[in-house]
């Protein structure tokens, strides 16, 4: 393969790990209690879908939104970092695979750990790479500590 073949495969695997890094740092926005930042990142297509640790699946713009909406309502305040972050460009479509690991204050005082697998969608739209499809292990222990979340 040509150098010349990789060198925009090279570029958009930096662009989307950029795109990547805004959704991490909308994430502690997200669990601080404000959306907008996460909303932001995501398309606004019709197609777009999230499974979050928290459970259920939206499909869809609005569906979606609104979930995001409601778990930034928790104002949880945890914090997760990715790790053994691993991106792939395919076309116009692009995905991330890592863990994340977290912690978020619980009941009582009891600090809850979370350890799980996620998988990230993105999609060039209109000169950006927009987050199209998220999905993260269910969370028994976030579940269980944000009821209803």
Known sequence: MSQ?????SLRQEGEVRDAY?????????????????????????????????????????????????RIAGF???????????????????????????????GPGGKEIHIDLRETSIFRHEKGQWRLVHYQADLSPELQQAFPGA
């Open 75 to 105: 104002k949880s305040g945890g914090q997760v970092d990715p790790a053994d972050l691993l991106i792939r460009v395919c076309g116009n479509c692009a995905y991330a695979l890592c863990f994340e690991r977290g912690k978020f204050p």
């Open 21 to 69: 890094g805004r959704f991490h740092a909308s994430l502690k926005s997200l669990l601080a209690g404000d959306s907008r930042p996460m909303e932001a990142v995501w398309s606004h297509a019709a197609d777009v879908t999230l499974s979050s640790p928290h459970g259920g699946r939206q499909i869809g713009w609005e569906p979606v939104r609104r979930e995001l909406q």
């Open 4 to 8: 010349l073949a990789t060198e925009p």
